[in-house]
Each structure stands twice: as C-alpha cells, then as structure tokens.
C-alpha cells in the first residue's frame, strides 16, 4: 500500500497556473505508474493524466492536453501536475492515485491507491 499527500491547489484566475504535488510513501515509487484525477461539483471523478513508473510513457486527457505537464521524481518519491492556462471549467477537487505496475491507464478501477485530494478552483 501507498499513502499519498497531494499539495499545491487553490485559488487563481484564468489564464494562471498553478503546480500540484502528491508525495508518495515507499520504497517501491518507481515501480507504480501514477495518475491525476478531478472531480467537479455535481460530476463524477474523472481521467486527467497519467504517467508510467519509468516516466517515460504519459497519457492525457483531451480536455487538458496541451495545456498540463504531468512529472514525477523518483529521488523525492513525488509527482507533479503543472497546469498553465487554466479555465473556470478546471475548477475541481484533484487526486492522485497509485497502481502497482509500470504501465499507464485510464481506468479509475485499475489504480489502488488515492491521496486525499486537493482543491482548484478558478476564478473567470
């Protein structure tokens, strides 16, 4: 099992940017592939980005694509969503979640193990 602390949401116009980070417990960090997911107000969770345990293979959302850079850092067992030109549409709460494989997915149901979340809103 991982235990994972996600950081970095809040507040910001559109057109900002903000950085989150998930921390993740373990020795084994570069074994898991890692995923962002959010959820909005009144909408189910859904896929933002993922990325392999090798960092090599990343996958995104169409909706995000192009405007946010997943990244992960195995020395500080950490992975990072930057995301630049945010819209009013972005604003949800943010989860990391860990799988215990190499290989990126889309899947909510293949990943097992989810941080708390943190918040993003954006202001229009």
């Known amino acids: 099992q991982v235990q994972l602390v996600e950081s970095g949401g809040g507040l910001v116009q559109a057109g900002g940017s903000l950085r989150l980070s998930c921390v993740a417990s373990?020795?084994?960090?570069?074994?898991?592939?890692m995923g962002w997911f959010r959820q909005a107000p009144g909408k189910e969770r859904e896929f933002v980005t993922a990325?392999?345990?090798?960092?090599?293979?990343?996958v995104y959302a169409d909706s995000v694509k192009g405007r946010f850079t997943i990244s992960r850092d195995s020395a500080k067992n950490t992975v990072y969503l930057q995301m630049n030109s945010l819209k009013p549409e972005d604003t949800a709460v943010y989860y990391c979640?860990?799988?215990?494989?190499?290989?990126?997915?889309?899947?909510?149901?293949?990943?097992?193990?989810w941080g708390q979340g943190t918040q993003v809103t954006v202001s229009s």
């Open positions: 373990g020795r084994t960090f570069i074994s898991y592939a």
């Open positions: 979640a860990a799988r215990n494989t190499n290989i990126v997915t889309r899947r909510q149901s293949e990943y097992h193990d």
């Open positions: 990325i392999s345990g090798s960092g090599i293979s990343t």
